[in-house]
């Protein structure tokens, strides 16, 4: 039986409270610290669900809760530039459709679910150190204030370089190098808790796509020019960017864009450029198209244009945890969004981690969690790199694309992109000491 009886969590999006709530479930009091002074609310774009991540909230009780925020997507339904419809991938047999939603509408979900299980939220903790002993970890915040707990588990930015002593029996590592500007608050790709952990730990990749998004209110449809989706998203392969779309019959809806670029630039760096600015470009970008996408980037307001930077992933990750301390979400697997898949797995890290904890001893809780996570999450992270290649093609692999995927869809085993979706947690199966066999990196330090 596990002796964790406490845990301090460090980030508030979405990994943080689904993993307190699993914690919770599991008889584990945790507490999550939220760098900012207040909520999230009204901040990011759209994300989905897949039926992997609907399985996640289910095993901890929070069945029900997407389904009524998002929209049912049965089908995604690929076009290129001029509107021709290449390939239509439908939900999996057997599987609930994703969901497509507005992040702020998960993020006040799942608040309202941790204040209603009891689960103490507190905001305005920059965590700036971490220290551990024998008996437990410590955190500390810019405010001066400190937390202790049995384990910690960081998903976030740790904004200022701190002492860490992350194993009793090792000298503390040298202080990592001052992070790189922010690409958005609470951003676990860019996790400084990361490189406590591990001060050679990898830094995020550019995958070439700068992204773009917006939401749509009620507005006029020309279906001559760009037509409305259904329970379909769309996606299409343009001459020079690549464009995905949900349009509903009163014109709602939403658009996002990966523009390719040979250099990134950070969220703020994109943020700080007028976004009409942006917005002339993306029309002109689209312009081109036979299928109309810059009617749908004219309506957008300016005000209104999501302006995410970089688009990046980290392929591997060396080390996910050392002594009391252990990363979750985008800080131990950051996928692209590419793959679709970015908020379920870091739901289903949380739920596994808190299984782990429930049944066996920290150390090997966090490393049988490693073992059942690590190849499932970096094979996900491989095939939306691959997407990522379909996106940015150049004007001789984009004829070859549009004349080679009709063909391989017809002849793909359909096992081969629904199997991440598959994926499903026995929240009352024990984890056995033995699912620590499974080999993992070796760790510095």
């Not at 774009?45 to 029900?64: H, K, M």
């Not at 009617?295 to 996910?320: C, H, K």
């Not at 920290?362 to 190849?375: C, D, K, N, P, V």
Request: aromatic letters at 6%; one cysteine or more.
């Amino acid at each position: 039986m596990s002796i964790t009886r406490s845990a301090i969590v460090i980030g508030g999006g979405i990994a943080g409270p689904v993993a307190a709530l699993a914690l919770g479930q599991a008889g584990i009091e945790a507490t999550v610290y939220e760098a900012y002074d207040t909520t999230a609310d009204g901040v990011g774009g759209t994300l989905s669900i897949a039926p992997n991540g609907l399985d996640a909230l289910a095993a901890v009780g929070l069945a029900g809760v997407v389904e009524e925020l998002g929209s049912p997507i049965t089908s995604m339904v690929m076009r290129n530039g001029k509107g021709r419809r290449l390939a239509t991938l439908g939900s999996p047999a057997g599987l609930p459709a994703q969901r497509l939603l507005w992040r702020p509408d998960l993020y006040r979900a799942l608040r309202d679910a941790t204040a209603s299980r009891g689960v103490r939220v507190e905001y305005g903790r920059r965590l700036t150190a971490v220290d551990q002993d024998a008996d437990g970890v410590t955190a500390v915040f810019a405010d001066g204030t400190t937390a202790r707990a049995d384990v910690l588990l960081g998903a976030v930015r740790l904004r200022s370089p701190g002492r860490c002593k992350l194993d009793p029996a090792a000298p503390a590592p040298p202080p990592p190098p001052p992070p790189p500007p922010a690409r958005g608050g609470g951003d676990g790709i860019r996790s400084r808790v990361r490189s406590l952990l591990d001060p050679a730990a990898p830094a995020p990749r550019y995958v070439g796509l700068l992204g773009f998004g917006a939401r749509l209110g009620p507005g006029p449809v020309d279906a001559s020019r760009i037509g409305t989706t259904g329970s379909e998203m769309h996606f299409v392969f343009g001459r020079r960017a690549f464009f995905g779309y949900v349009l509903d019959e009163d014109g709602s809806g939403g658009w996002f864009a990966n523009l390719p670029r040979a250099a990134s630039t950070t969220a703020a760096e994109t943020r700080a450029t007028d976004p009409a600015g942006w917005l002339k470009l993306l029309r002109e970008t689209f312009a081109g198209d036979g299928l109309r996408m810059d009617d749908l980037i004219a309506r957008t307001d300016p005000a209104d244009l999501i302006s995410v930077g970089g688009m990046e992933d980290l392929p591997t990750v060396p080390v996910w945890h050392r002594g009391r301390a252990v990363l979750i979400g985008d800080a131990a697997h950051a996928t692209s969004p590419s793959s679709g898949q970015g908020a379920s797995l870091a739901l289903e890290s949380a739920v596994e981690l808190a299984r782990c904890l429930r049944d066996l001893p920290h150390q090997e809780a966090f490393a049988g969690y490693e073992s059942l996570r690590r190849a499932r999450v970096e094979k996900i992270i491989k095939m939306g790199e691959r997407t990522n290649s379909d996106k940015a093609a150049g004007p001789v692999a984009r004829v070859l694309r549009d004349l080679m995927m009709p063909v391989a869809m017809r002849l793909m085993n359909p096992e081969s992109f629904s199997w991440p979706m598959r994926h499903h947690i026995d929240w009352d199966a024990p984890v056995a000491g033995a699912a620590v066999s499974v080999q993992a990196p070796a760790r510095a330090g």
